[in-house]
Each structure stands twice: as structure tokens, then as C-alpha cells.
């Protein structure tokens, strides 16, 4: 299991390990990983190592200790660039200091010119940052971003905040790191929002803390085994009724694509039948997917069917009316998009919502959850695993949002975010594509939990597998989208 803990987790954790070991242990176990990381980065003999006033300059400085140590069999040239604060280092800290002052690093306390650096390492600040980068500092980490050498940052890249991802700020900066060694366990804020871009690649150094001695974690990363047990091969003896309906209902004068998707995402991801079901109907048949069959959204009942609603189905009362129908229903519910927004403008329909029994998923982005909520989309992306739970409870349903690392919910307060995808998958229609295979899951008789860490790891790895054949990031389409699924949920099937 992939957990990922907080800073006041990760804190707990430390205090009760630190307490059964001898002083300065942890300190040594992360110099030592963070050695062995920096070795494999290393690009030149010149190291710089950045090494703040806390227990992340700390860290720092065992690496710049062991790198220039008298043991070494490298010919690293080490330069520290030492910024003590105002009050004494901890006992730990103090002890790698006398031992990188004691080493064949030289120290600085100025950046020195040049860029030829064949590495830097981050032990700016780590889980201790309390406010944003200001004055020298920020001018420090605009300068080493600007440099563009590869970057070593000690479990959190300085200026990024572990729980959220976000830069803390207004208007802050963080460093940009190749790679990020965190410490303990894993964290959120390295993995959504901002985190993916700053941390680059993340490793976990656990620091001989086993897993199994950890308390469970308020977070996890998506991964096949949380839905594994709705992936098997199919029968021989099945047909189409064995795999559900799905119908998608959405597609307003001028919107008629954005259902289309999704009924191609939930066809190619399994369903049994596909149907749109349109607010304003254009044509009697998808000439490009003629397995889809279209249906006048007025008119049409959806038995007990799933029903996606939400894409292209603009406000229209027509809209508003067949929203209320499916909420009145018995049917499992993917909303989506225009869904959303109606939803947000009425909190009669909310409680309704809330008081259904019948399973539902809501895949917004930043801003439809922020009208969701009543706040703006810079609070939910400021905490988008609070947000997420926060809608997950309010409306009794999983909620998917999308994002830089999307985040997925239930009202019970459990949150996972989703590693796979790219900056691909930022194109018109790509959440339609996402909702279809939402859709699909359900109507294969997945549960909604699982329906969606199911759909939003497919509909990434998607796009993962379709920019590794060069389709993208830039120009990737949603329509490429289907098929792509495809491929990737029968390897996971089989
Ligand atoms: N959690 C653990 O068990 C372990 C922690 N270790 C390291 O210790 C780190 C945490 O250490 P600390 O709690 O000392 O925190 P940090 O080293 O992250 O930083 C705290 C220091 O920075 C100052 N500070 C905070 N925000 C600032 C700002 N905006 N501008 C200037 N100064 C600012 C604080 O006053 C304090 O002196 C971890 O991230 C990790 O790197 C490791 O030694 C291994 C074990
Ligand atoms: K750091």
C-alpha cells in the first residue's frame, strides 16, 4: 500500500522513532540515502549543498559531510553554502556540522558565481517551513531554479508545502527539484498540485522505520490493487446485458460533442449498450461510432441503467428538469460538468443529492468544486484533499477532482491521490472522456469507490501510454483518449 502521511503524522512517527533510538540516528539514515541519491544524480565533481538554519540543513550537511568525508572514494569538490538562523541548531545538526566542518568541504555564505554545478541539493527547508521564502532566500531559490542543474531536494523541495502542494505563498517560490528523497514516508504535496512539477521524481527513504509499525495513513496513492477485485477476464459465456447500460446526458445546441466522448469512453472501457441521451438532438446517428445509439433526452428513460449527465448539457430548464428527474431516480449517477454548476446554483437539489441511496460520483475541476462549495478555486486548490472530502461528506457521494494529481474522495473521509496522467490531459473533453469511463465502471457493476480510482488511473495511464508513443503532451486530443483506455484496462484485466 502506497500511504501517504501528513507533516503532523510523519511528526508522530519521528517522535515515537526518535525516542527508541540513539540521538541523531534518523539525521544519519537520511544523510546516508540522500548520499547514495545524490551519487546516482551526480553530473561533474562540483556539489553544491544548501543547507538552512532547521534539521533539513541538517540532513544536508551529513551529505556534504559523507560526500567530501576522508572515506570517500569520490572526487566530489563540496561547497556548502551554510545559512544558520537566528537560534542554536538542534543537537543533531550540530553534530553534522562539526563533521562537514570537519570534512574536505569548503563553506560559503553567499552563493558562489558560476553554474557549472554537477549537482545541487535542496536542505533549504523541509517539513519546518512555516512561512513563505522572502528577502535573500527567495532571491536564492529564484537564482538556483534559474540555473537549471540537476536538483537533489531533501524530503520536501524548499518552499513546497508537504500536505497541499501548494507553493506557500501568495506569490511564493519553491525550488525545482530533479528529484526529491523524502524521508519516513511518503507525502501528499509531492504529488498533487504544484508538488508533481517541484518534486520531480520521488523515492521514500523509510530510514529503517519498517511500514508495518507505522499507524495507517490519512492518504494513499492510486494504484490497481485498490480496485483490483473488479478486474478479471471476461467469460466466454457473456453478452451484452452482462456488462450494463450506460447512457450520457448532456449535449446542448452547439455541445454535441462533449457526450459523444463520453459515450465513447464508456463504450471502449466495456459498457454493455451506450446511449446519448441529448438536451438538444442533432443527429440520429454517431456516424463515426455507430455503436452508440441517440435517444432525445426529454423522451427517454434510462430504466435502471447508469447515467452520466453533465457533458455540454449547458443551464438551459430543459437541463435543469431532466437533472432533477435522474436525482429523483433510482439510477447510479456520474455528474459531470454543466451537472455541476446546477448543481451548485440549488441547494434543493444538494439535499437531494445527499439524501440518495444509489451510488454517485462528481468529477469536478477546481473552479466547478469551488462553486460547489461556495469559496474560490484558489481556497480548494490551497488544500484540494480537504476540498474533496469536504464535498465527499456535504453531497453523500465520491467525489474525483481533477487536477495536477486529481484527488479522489468518499463522505467517509478516505482520500487517494491519482499518479498516472499528464499535462495532456489538460484539452477540451478530456474530463468528458473521464466521466464516460466513470460511467462505464459503474455499469459493469463496480462500486463507486472503486469505479472511480479505477477510471481516473485508466483514463492517466491513457494518456501516459499515448505520450510515450509521441502522441503528446502537446496536441493530445481527447478523442485519442478511448482507445488508449482500452489498451490499458484489458492489460490490467488480463
Ligand atoms: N521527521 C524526521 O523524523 C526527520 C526529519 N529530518 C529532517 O528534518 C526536517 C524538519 O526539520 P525542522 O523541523 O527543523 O524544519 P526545517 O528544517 O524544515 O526548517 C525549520 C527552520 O526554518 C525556519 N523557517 C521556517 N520557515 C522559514 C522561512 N520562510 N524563512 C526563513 N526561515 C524559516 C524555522 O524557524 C526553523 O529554524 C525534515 O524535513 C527532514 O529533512 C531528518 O533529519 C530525518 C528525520
Ligand atoms: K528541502
Redesign the pocket.
Known amino acids: 500500500m502506497k500511504s501517504l502521511y501528513n507533516v503532523a503524522e510523519?511528526?508522530s512517527?519521528?517522535h515515537t522513532?526518535?525516542a527508541a533510538l540513539p540521538a541523531g540516528t534518523?539525521?544519519q539514515?537520511?544523510g546516508e540515502a540522500a548520499t547514495s541519491a545524490a551519487r546516482e544524480m551526480l553530473a561533474g565533481r562540483k556539489v553544491l549543498v544548501l543547507a538552512?538554519?532547521?534539521?533539513?540543513?541538517?540532513?544536508a550537511l551529513e551529505v556534504a559531510a559523507t560526500l567530501a568525508g576522508a572515506n570517500t572514494d569520490l572526487d566530489a569538490d563540496v561547497t556548502v553554502l551554510h545559512l544558520p538562523?537566528a537560534?542554536a541548531p538542534?543537537p543533531?545538526?550540530a553534530q553534522a556540522l562539526a563533521r562537514a566542518r570537519a570534512s574536505k568541504a569548503h563553506f560559503v555564505d553567499t552563493l558562489p558565481l558560476g553554474r557549472d554545478w554537477g549537482l545541487i541539493v535542496d536542505?533549504l527547508?523541509?517539513?519546518?517551513?512555516?512561512?513563505?521564502?522572502?528577502g535573500d532566500?527567495r532571491a536564492l531559490v529564484e537564482t538556483i531554479n534559474a540555473l537549471g542543474r540537476p536538483v537533489l531536494a531533501?524530503?520536501?523541495p524548499s518552499g513546497l508545502d508537504?500536505d497541499t502542494g501548494a507553493v506557500?505563498g501568495p506569490d511564493g517560490v519553491a525550488i525545482h527539484a530533479t528529484r526529491t528523497i523524502t524521508?519516513?514516508a511518503d507525502k501528499p504535496g509531492l504529488h498533487t498540485y504544484e508538488g508533481r512539477d517541484y518534486a520531480g521524481q520521488v523515492q521514500v527513504a523509510p530510514?529503517g522505520i519498517d511500514p508495518g509499525q507505522r499507524p495507517p495513513a490519512g492518504a494513499r496513492l492510486n494504484e490497481p490493487a485498490l480496485f483490483a477485485r473488479h478486474l478479471a477476464p471476461r467469460r466466454h459465456n457473456s453478452h451484452k446485458g452482462s456488462f450494463g447500460d450506460v447512457a450520457v446526458v448532456g449535449g446542448a445546441k452547439g455541445m454535441a460533442g462533449a457526450p459523444l466522448l463520453a459515450a465513447r469512453g464508456a463504450l471502449f472501457c466495456g459498457a454493455g449498450r451506450v446511449f446519448v441521451a441529448a438536451i438538444d438532438p442533432v443527429a440520429a446517428v454517431d456516424f463515426a461510432q455507430p455503436e452508440i445509439m441517440m435517444r432525445d433526452a426529454q423522451e427517454f428513460d434510462s430504466g435502471d441503467g447508469t447515467l452520466v449527465i453533465g457533458p455540454g448539457m449547458g443551464d438551459s430548464v430543459t437541463a435543469m428538469r431532466v437533472l432533477f428527474k435522474a436525482l429523483e431516480g433510482t439510477a447510479p449517477l456520474v455528474l459531470d460538468a454543466d451537472a455541476l454548476n446546477l448543481l451548485a446554483a440549488s441547494p434543493d437539489l444538494q439535499g437531494r443529492l445527499a439524501q440518495r441511496a444509489a451510488p454517485a460520483i462528481l468529477t469536478p475541476h477546481p473552479l466547478e468544486a469551488a462553486r460547489l462549495l461556495g469559496v474560490t478555486s484558489g481556497v480548494v486548490q490551497g488544500d484540494r484533499l480537504a476540498a474533496a472530502r469536504e464535498l465527499a461528506s456535504r453531497l453523500n457521494a465520491v467525489v474525483v477532482l481533477k487536477g495536477s494529481g486529481s484527488v479522489i474522495a468518499n463522505a467517509t473521509g478516505a482520500a487517494v491521490i491519482n499518479p498516472t496522467g499528464n499535462a495532456g490531459l489538460a484539452t477540451a473533453g478530456s474530463g468528458d472522456v473521464l466521466a464516460g469511463i466513470c460511467g462505464s465502471l459503474l455499469a459493469q457493476g463496480w462500486q463507486a469507490w472503486e469505479a472511480a480510482l479505477g477510471a481516473v488511473w485508466v483514463h492517466g495511464a491513457a494518456a501516459d501510454r499515448l505520450v510515450a508513443q509521441g502522441s503528446g503532451p502537446i496536441g493530445l486530443t481527447a478523442g485519442e483518449l478511448p482507445v488508449a483506455a482500452r489498451a490499458v484496462f484489458n492489460a490490467l484485466a488480463r
Do not use: K, Q, Y
Not at 527547508?125 to 522572502?134: D, K, V, W, Y
Open positions: 510523519i511528526r512517527i519521528e522513532m526518535a534518523l539525521m539514515r537520511a538552512g538554519p532547521g534539521n533539513n540543513g541538517g540532513d538562523g537560534v538542534s543533531e545538526t536542505g527547508f523541509g517539513i519546518g517551513l512555516a512561512r513563505p521564502l522572502a532566500m531533501l524530503d520536501v508537504a506557500i524521508f519516513i530510514l
